[in-house]
């Protein structure tokens, strides 16, 4: 079982452009949340995809947007990048509303 | 004032030790309690899952969670140098369709040999 994985692992992009970070959920699991962590806090919970379909957002603009897959894989997408958007990005995935698993996070640097 | 508390140390202890780790939480709609450990640059590992009150054991960890006074524990035996990473507490509402987790900032622990 391979696990939730996420790529890139590293990226760094400057300051307005756009960036896209993908997710392969655990095999069987059908939910894919987003989150953000800045250094030194815990995770925010940026939003939730279930049946394709964005089922909760947190408290993100709308410059965040995603997408899921009927593979159940999905995208993060960030547009009008800004210097504070730079965070590791965690995609968690889940049966339904079960345990949520991690995967390794995509770090993201916006210069 | 936050809706999860966790003091975020660093706590240091030294191997073989009982370590015990806390969140204290206001929401109490909060009904699923999880424990993850992040080494540094990682993702997040489920170590232990709990619903409602009560215990549960994994191996060396305990995960206590009592709703009465919104307190939530992680207890460590005979900890290694292994366990020194950052242990975040998650909790989360499923009702009233609320699916997020919402986490405390973290504990840094190390172990020394």
């Known amino acids: 079982d391979a696990g939730v994985t996420q790529s890139p692992t590293h990226l760094i992009k400057t300051r307005g452009q756009q960036v896209t970070l993908r997710c392969s959920p655990k095999?069987?699991?059908?939910?894919v949340s987003w989150y953000q962590q800045a250094l030194g806090q815990g995770p925010q919970f940026i939003f939730q995809?279930?049946?394709?379909?964005?089922?909760q957002r947190g408290n993100f603009p709308d410059r965040f947007s995603g997408h899921q897959f009927p593979n159940y894989s999905s995208e993060l997408n960030v547009n009008a990048l800004l210097l504070g958007d730079s965070a590791l990005y965690l995609c968690?995935?889940?049966?339904?509303?079960?345990?949520?698993?991690f995967g390794q996070g995509t770090r993201l640097t916006v210069v | 004032q936050k809706e999860v508390e966790q003091d975020p140390g660093p706590l240091s202890v030294p191997e073989g030790a009982i370590v015990s780790l806390n969140c204290t939480y206001s929401?109490?709609?909060?009904?699923?309690f999880m424990w993850y450990r992040q080494y540094s640059r990682k993702g997040p590992e489920l170590l232990m899952y709990?619903?409602?009150?009560g215990n549960k054991e994994d191996g060396r960890f305990t995960a206590q969670v009592d709703k009465s006074s919104k307190y939530i524990s992680l207890f460590i035996r005979d900890s290694q140098p292994s366990d020194s990473a950052t242990y975040l507490c998650?909790?989360?509402?499923?009702?009233?369709?609320?699916?997020?987790?919402?986490f405390g900032k973290g504990t840094k622990l190390s172990v020394i040999p």
């Open positions: 968690a995935s889940s049966l339904q509303n079960t345990e949520a698993f």
């Open positions: 095999s069987g699991h059908d939910t």
């Open positions: 995809y279930y049946e394709e379909e964005e089922r």
């Open positions: 929401n109490s709609a909060f009904q699923y």
């Open positions: 709990t619903y409602s009150s």
């Open positions: 998650a909790m989360m509402d499923s009702g009233a369709g609320s699916y997020q987790l919402t």
